[in-house]
């Protein structure tokens, strides 16, 4: 059914510590792990304690972006993390599993996220300002 299994979670949590475990081997440490509901959330101190770097959901890992990584992403074809509320948790995308696998490149990435997540995290909401006439592209 719907409702996460024990097994379910189980298996979530392993894999949540296998990728903390992964970037710590590639000198990002001081993850930690602290659910939001029913998701797993990655916290490092440089981004403060509000904003995760990253989610782990159905199995799938996602970094938070910004407007300078967003763009290797979706390049590499990989889907945005849809939340309930939608609002709630934006601009993460799914990591790349050739990246996942590999510790150095997920680390560089993961450090990216972190960056990311201080810099656009929750604590700061900007104004949305999209009435600038039509969009340029």
Request: glycine content about 8%; hydrophobic content about 40%; proline content about 9%.
């Given at each position: 059914?719907?409702?996460?299994?024990?097994?379910?979670?189980?298996?979530?949590?392993?894999?949540?510590?296998?990728?903390?475990?992964?970037?710590?081997?590639?000198?990002?440490?001081?993850?930690?792990?602290?659910?939001?509901?029913?998701?797993?959330?990655?916290?490092?101190p440089s981004a403060g304690p509000d904003t995760p770097f990253a989610l782990m959901s159905d199995g799938e890992l996602f970094f938070k972006?910004?407007?300078?990584?967003?763009?290797?992403?979706?390049?590499?074809?990989?889907?945005?993390?849809?939340?309930?509320?939608?609002?709630?948790?934006?601009?993460?995308?799914?990591?790349?599993?050739?990246?996942?696998?590999?510790?150095?490149?997920?680390?560089?990435?993961?450090?990216?996220?972190?960056?990311?997540?201080?810099?656009?995290?929750?604590?700061?909401?900007?104004?949305?300002?999209?009435?600038?006439?039509?969009?340029?592209?």
């Amino acid at each position: 059914g719907l409702n996460m299994t024990a097994a379910h979670r189980n298996d979530e949590t392993s894999m949540v510590n296998r990728i903390v475990a992964r970037l710590a081997s590639a000198e990002l440490t001081g993850v930690t792990v602290r659910r939001l509901g029913r998701i797993p959330a990655l916290f490092h101190p440089s981004a403060g304690p509000d904003t995760p770097f990253a989610l782990m959901s159905d199995g799938e890992l996602f970094f938070k972006t910004g407007p300078d990584t967003v763009t290797k992403y979706i390049a590499s074809g990989m889907r945005p993390f849809r939340s309930e509320p939608p609002q709630a948790l934006r601009g993460y995308f799914a990591v790349p599993p050739e990246v996942i696998v590999d510790a150095e490149a997920l680390a560089a990435w993961g450090l990216a996220a972190v960056a990311s997540a201080a810099q656009f995290g929750r604590r700061r909401p900007r104004p949305l300002r999209r009435r600038r006439g039509p969009a340029a592209g």
